[in-house]
């Protein structure tokens, strides 16, 4: 008896997964796609991103860059004419990097093409070509004033 019971329970075990199974196939077919459609949603976004990355760094080194009021300016540069500025001025590199608030260093690397100047101290460039060898000496010695009173309030301190 205990065989019937048993061959009973198998036959109703197989006709029960064959039919779960046969209801779930539907299902799984359209998992199945969904899946495959999210997978390629998520290729679709990657490469979006990668051409809005790659845009926003063709912007950049557009030339035109956003000031701090927010408006484009085009300033013109090149390595020559920082160097040929600097010696109208009559101007170590050290000075014009005062004046522009960099380092000698950084005026060097401008001026043998190394670097290239941020969009701000394009601007503080553009502001020293207006100006002449008497006024950038006077800017200088206030600059000197100013970090010499600095200087002397951190050692009272």
Do not use: C
Not at 71 to 98: C, M, P, T, W
């Amino acid at each position: 008896m205990s065989n019937i019971a048993v061959a009973l329970r198998q036959e109703i075990t197989r006709l029960a997964r064959r039919e779960a199974r046969s209801l779930t196939k539907s299902l799984h077919k359209v998992s199945s796609q969904f899946r495959r459609d999210i997978a390629e949603l998520k290729r679709q976004n990657a490469k979006a991103h990668a051409e809005i990355v790659r845009l926003q760094r063709q912007a950049l080194q557009g030339g035109a860059a956003p000031t701090a009021e927010g408006a484009v300016e085009n300033i013109r540069y090149s390595a020559a004419s920082v160097k040929a500025q600097r010696k109208r001025l009559g101007l170590s590199a050290e000075d014009f990097g005062k004046l522009v608030g960099v380092s000698g260093h950084t005026v060097y690397k401008w001026e043998h093409g190394a670097s290239r100047p941020r969009s701000r101290k394009l601007a503080a460039i553009a502001a020293v070509r207006s100006i002449e060898k008497t006024e950038a000496n006077a800017r200088l010695a206030e600059l000197q004033g100013k970090s010499a009173a600095k200087r002397k309030k951190a050692v009272a301190n």
